[in-house]
Nanobody, 128 residues
């Protein structure tokens, strides 16, 4: 059974930092793009960041560019999201996602429909 399990969420003050982790199991995603999405209360889920399987390709939503960094460790089956200078508007449930197919080393995917596997999410709350 394929699982994506997020961790690292919590409550933080504005300006603070958190690092989210997503550990995968049940199959390998070492040659697949992965990404992070988030959903705030009353809003649709939106793209946050994506990374190619090699780590050489990344993409970020404009709202987080310069503050968030996505990375991955294929040996540990883990993808990370380092979040710095957090703002109240970053409050949301953060979801890890993986593409089911293999892609080229620098391919990233930024659309929800392009992802096949999803985690349950981890809550991030930023107090102002």
């Amino acid at each position: 059974q394929v699982q994506l399990v997020e961790s690292g969420g919590g409550l933080v003050q504005a300006g603070g930092s958190l690092r989210l982790s997503c550990v995968t199991s049940g199959r390998t995603f070492s040659t697949s793009p992965m990404g992070w999405f988030r959903q705030a209360p009353g809003k649709e889920r939106e793209f946050v960041a994506a990374i190619s399987w090699s780590g050489g390709g990344t993409s970020y939503a404009d709202a987080v560019k310069g503050r968030f960094t996505i990375s991955r460790d294929n040996a540990k089956n883990t993808v990370y999201l380092q979040m710095n200078n957090l703002k109240a508007e970053d409050t949301a449930v953060y979801y890890c996602a993986a593409v089911g197919l293999s892609w080229t080393a620098y391919t990233v995917r930024t659309k929800e429909r392009e992802y096949d596997y999803w985690g349950q999410g981890t809550q991030v709350t930023v107090s102002s």
